[in-house]
């Protein structure tokens, strides 16, 4: 996405498009997915038949025929151990090749036998490219004026090369390791205060994951706050964007919420005892700007809260929702310097008042200090309530847009106040020349008394949307409403586009007659004085000071040096797969083609981004052995409710509605039982410690079988290792009324070896950012689509603006608010299937099962290793537990964790599923090298506690109870530690020969900052 596609790739994919013999790379991805399309004239068919006849016919042809296929192969260059690294850890390991290791670690029942229905990996990276390139350029890019949350925006060079398609930004985690997260945490910080600014809240959060969404979770929060059971209605004004209102609506129905949408300007409020909450969109879907001020006194009289979805550029120029008693301020940050994308990914945001903090869903990022005492930032309430709460919990949101989060704070960094100010004023500016054209050509601009950037025009008698298609035509794309045409505008139109539009309105026969009122208004890019932002705001230094490029390079540079990504050592947390982000999946990302497109444009427009969507569709269906997918979750989470209510909604079509019990073994991730709480579902706890135990279980599905709705289970389990009685354990929930949802969160195990189909699972959601290599970004973006079986598609997630293919006929409310969810980055996952082909995507479950036992074998005797399956084999992740080592030394497993800090590594899951442990998952992008550099480091951590142990070291004053340590620290004149400065910061000698990564602060004090919440910049 994000790395730009390499120069020699760049170079490769021109060379192929300008040879005559290879002029195309394929006739569809249809038929890269085994379906060949006929060709429908000679010059195609000869184009077509000249590269994948020679492809195929290599393939089965004699060996000696090899050198002629594409010499840029994928699989060699994702996957980590080469072939004698292979045959070595094997012999470690103690089976005779992979084959053998694959038998003892899956059981044989759910071994899959038939293939995958990929394509054939044949096509090189280059080859690839070009094959995406000809499907999305079949996307038409008009000029777009739909607007509704999506719009047109310049993402400056140096945050799309420095930021965007830089791996030291987009290849990191989740920042739960603060002492190596700096950078990122520092710039989420700037975007928290940017939001608080904005808005004139008091805090706000990271980033949430769309704008539909982030107003189900105002509306959730809400509830927590009154007594839902007296106060259960919520109000949605009829002009908040109508996708927002179609993901509340699914929101509400399961959470006991009764949703009520109408005219604010109508509604008497204070006759609404019941009444919660309510939401109005400034300005809202219409275009207009309203003073809602006395909404918000009404609402407060009535003890109910009052939330606004709000356009943050409108926000540069016009007053604050807190200037009308706001209480929650939600919206996208889209516009502040990232694509469309088709939908997502962005990042949302929500902000409120400090006394509402410990009620905010979502990550939060505040200030603490270090073991220093020096300032360091960290994941402020870091356990959230998902964790706390569990089957209590009224979110399940565990994860964020950190990656467009940090793009939008670099946009106001780089552009100043003033640049942001010089951006709203040319928006308004050209909406107000656009009004005042409109009225001059004789047309009614039903918005005149107060706009931003929407001018609405009334064009009766014709049909609104008979003109909106006839536009259409000319790549004019508006937006129809009642009677009416919606012009957006937005920081990448010109005077030109305004006058066009105009022109191209008269043409379809629009306005003609003598001038209207709106001819009178001025062009001069002020707010009408009623809604003109008066007060000072982002007076903060960070957005005030940096002017040229150059010094935005470097502090966009210096950010990134603070943090530990892929991009420094491997990243082997348990359950979250952190394997390669490839330059050439991530490459198309960057394209007009993907990133300029508009989520509701019409269908001739998007007939590329359909087919790429619809053919991944078709591979996630082939790795998992279901038939039909939803790309529409924009998380796994997000994956994990839209599962659970197309559960839900098939059962109440069966009329078995009732059914409202789901089953979770407690090792499960905690999403799980906020994701059923949502659905309100009664949560089942079942003990799976040791495996689960198949008579408790059966036991105690036949104790609900009346009401039983689901089990939700992760394979291979959590505990690392692949159920031998899972087919048995699927049954007896069918037996007993039920479906069976399956976290996919363990997926990168399964690829090709076995299947949810195959265990027999109705239903699982993938972590295509995970499984499928689309990055993590440092916290977000994600994807996490689900799959069903036949008798669950029709009830798949549809959408109230444009339906995608996948929707079913009786679909579950939608879980997006766009049609596709995070469109943008489907193309990594795409590609990863494309470039690997079947046998690349088999040996990506193959070599992480073969990483993960080979460090298993390495670390056993030195370590406690939780109990794996019957052949002491585990499945792509393994559990190391430090509970004697922390009966005998006082050593925790966070000490551990940080002590790796020091070895230029970052930690493995910590204390989950198990309590005192650590979670390894190396992944199959790793080469040995690596993975014993990792091993090495623990096993001279083994021996660092061994001096603990023996007393040569005190229980208190060691490397592991103080690091990770600073270089201020090693280099500070005073030094009073028992050991060395080089047993301290040099502990191994790859930290001198590959350079010395260095912690920026040490070990964060973090009860002090969820104690003192400190979440913005003052300054």
């Not at 059981?107 to 036998?113: F, I």
Request: aromatic share 6%; net charge neutral.
């Amino acid at each position: 996405m994000w790395a730009r596609v390499a120069p020699a790739a760049e170079l490769a994919c021109l060379t192929l498009r300008d040879q005559s013999a290879m002029r195309a790379v394929a006739a569809s991805v249809a038929h890269a997915a085994g379906k060949a399309r006929k060709a429908t004239s000679l010059s195609k068919a000869l184009a077509i038949d000249r590269r994948f006849s020679s492809t195929n016919a290599a393939a089965s042809a004699h060996a000696s025929q090899d050198f002629l296929l594409p010499t840029d192969p994928f699989a060699p260059r994702h996957l980590g151990p080469s072939q004698e690294e292979v045959k070595e850890m094997c012999a470690v390991i103690g089976v005779k090749d992979l084959a053998e290791l694959m038998e003892q670690t899956i059981p044989a029942e759910v071994r899959r036998s038939v293939g995958l229905d990929l394509p054939d990996g044949t096509l090189g990276e280059a080859g690839s490219l070009e094959l995406i390139k000809k499907i999305l350029s079949k996307n038409v890019i008009a000029k777009n004026f739909i607007g509704m949350g999506y719009h047109g925006s310049h993402v400056p060079g140096p945050i799309l090369r420095n930021l965007l398609e830089n791996p030291g930004w987009y290849t990191a985690y989740t920042p739960y390791q603060a002492e190596i997260s700096q950078g990122r945490l520092e710039s989420l910080v700037n975007y928290q205060t940017l939001v608080c600014e904005l808005t004139g809240m008091e805090v706000a959060n990271s980033s949430l994951l769309d704008e539909g969404s982030a107003g189900a979770e105002a509306m959730a929060m809400i509830a927590r706050t009154v007594n839902s059971k007296a106060k259960n209605q919520f109000f949605v004004d009829q002009n908040v964007h109508p996708q927002s209102i179609d993901v509340m609506k699914t929101r509400a129905h399961y959470f006991g919420m009764e949703l009520i949408v109408g005219d604010q300007a109508t509604t008497d409020f204070s006759a609404m005892p019941k009444l919660c909450g309510a939401m109005v969109q400034y300005p809202d879907t219409s275009g207009r700007l309203v003073d809602y001020s006395a909404v918000g006194k009404s609402l407060k009289q009535n003890g109910a809260h009052f939330v606004v979805a709000a356009d943050p550029l409108a926000l540069v120029a016009a007053k604050p929702p807190s200037e009308f008693g706001a209480d929650i301020v939600i919206g996208s940050m889209q516009r502040f310097g990232v694509p469309m994308w088709f939908g997502g990914p962005s990042a949302a945001y929500l902000a409120t008042s400090k006394k509402q903090v410990r009620r905010m869903p979502g990550r939060i990022i505040g200030e603490s200090i270090d073991r220093l005492g020096n300032p360091a930032y960290r994941l402020t309430l870091q356990t959230r309530e998902q964790h706390i709460r569990l089957d209590k919990a009224t979110s399940n949101v565990c994860t964020a847009q950190v990656l467009l989060a940090n793009m939008a704070g670099m946009f106001a960094v780089y552009h100043r106040k003033d640049g942001l100010q010089r951006i709203a004023k040319r928006v308004h500016g050209l909406a107000q020349l656009c009004a005042s054209e409109a009225g001059k050509a004789g047309m009614t601009v039903t918005n005149a008394g107060g706009f931003f950037d929407v001018v609405a025009i009334d064009v009766s008698p014709k049909s609104a949307a008979a003109v909106v298609e006839e536009l259409q035509a000319k790549k004019l794309n508006l937006r129809a409403l009642n009677n009416s045409v919606l012009m957006n505008l937005d920081e990448t139109h010109l005077e030109t586009d305004v006058h066009c539009v105009i022109d191209a309105l008269k043409a379809a026969g629009v306005g003609g007659g003598s001038a209207t009122s709106a001819a009178s208004i001025q062009v001069n890019g002020e707010m009408p004085a009623s809604f003109a932002r008066t007060g000072p705001f982002l007076e903060q230094k960070i957005f005030n000071s940096i002017t040229s490029e150059t010094e935005m390079m470097r502090y966009m540079h210096t950010l990134q040096l603070k943090d530990l990504a892929l991009d420094k050592s491997m990243i082997s947390l348990g359950s979250c797969t952190m394997k390669l982000n490839s330059v050439s999946s991530l490459a198309p990302c960057s394209w007009p083609e993907v990133g300029n497109m508009h989520p509701f444009a019409p269908s001739s427009q998007t007939a590329g981004y359909r087919e790429l969507l619809e053919s991944l569709e078709k591979y996630l269906n082939s790795c998992t052995g279901f038939d039909a997918c939803s790309l529409q979750p924009t998380s796994g989470a997000s994956g994990e409710y839209a599962g659970l209510l197309v559960i839900r909604k098939y059962q109440e079509a069966q009329g078995q509605g009732h059914r409202n019990v789901c089953i979770i073994p407690r090792s499960a991730h905690g999403t799980n039982p906020a994701s059923a709480a949502m659905c309100d579902m009664e949560i089942k706890w079942i003990d799976d410690s040791t495996g689960m135990d198949l008579q408790e279980f059966k036991a105690l599905c036949h104790e609900y079988k009346d009401r039983l709705s689901c089990l939700m289970v992760t394979y291979p389990s959590t505990r690392a290792f692949f159920e031998d009685n899972i087919q048995e354990i699927c049954a007896t929930v069918h037996e007993c009324g039920g479906q069976v949802y399956m976290d996919g969160a363990n997926m990168n195990a399964q690829l090709g070896l076995t299947s949810p189909g195959m265990i027999g699972a109705d239903v699982c959601h993938l972590n295509l950012h995970k499984t499928f290599s689309i990055p993590h970004g440092g916290g977000g973006p994600g994807l996490g689509p689900i799959c069903v079986r036949k008798h669950l598609a029709p009830h798949l997630q549809g959408h109230c603006v444009v339906n995608p293919s996948s929707a079913g006929s009786d679909p579950a409310g939608a879980v997006s608010a766009a049609p596709w969810g995070q469109a943008g980055i489907a193309c990594v996952p795409w590609m990863f299937c494309t470039m690997l082909g079947k046998q690349g995507v088999l040996d990506s479950a193959r070599y992480a099962i073969l990483n993960a036992n080979y460090m298993k074998a390495r670390l056993e005797p030195h370590f406690d290793i939780v109990a794996t399956n019957k052949n002491n084999r585990c499945s792509h992740e393994f559990i190391m537990d430090f509970s004697t080592i922390r009966k005998n030394t006082g050593i925790v497993e966070e000490d551990i964790a940080k002590r790796l800090q020091d070895y230029g590594f970052h930690a493995p899951t910590m204390s989950w599923p198990v309590p005192h442990s650590l979670m390894v998952e190396p992944t199959e992008s790793e080469d040995k090298g690596e993975l014993d550099r990792f091993c090495d480091a623990m096993i001279l951590i083994r021996k660092e506690i061994q001096k603990i142990e023996s007393g040569e070291w005190s229980t208190e004053d060691n490397p592991l109870k103080h690091a990770p340590h600073t270089q201020t620290e090693v280099c500070a004149t005073e030094w009073t530690h028992p050991y060395t400065r080089e047993e301290a910061a040099f502990p191994a000698p790859w930290t001198l020969k590959r350079g010395k990564f260095w912690p920026t602060v040490a070990r964060v004090d973090n009860s002090l900052g969820d104690r003192k919440l400190k979440l913005r910049l003052e300054e």
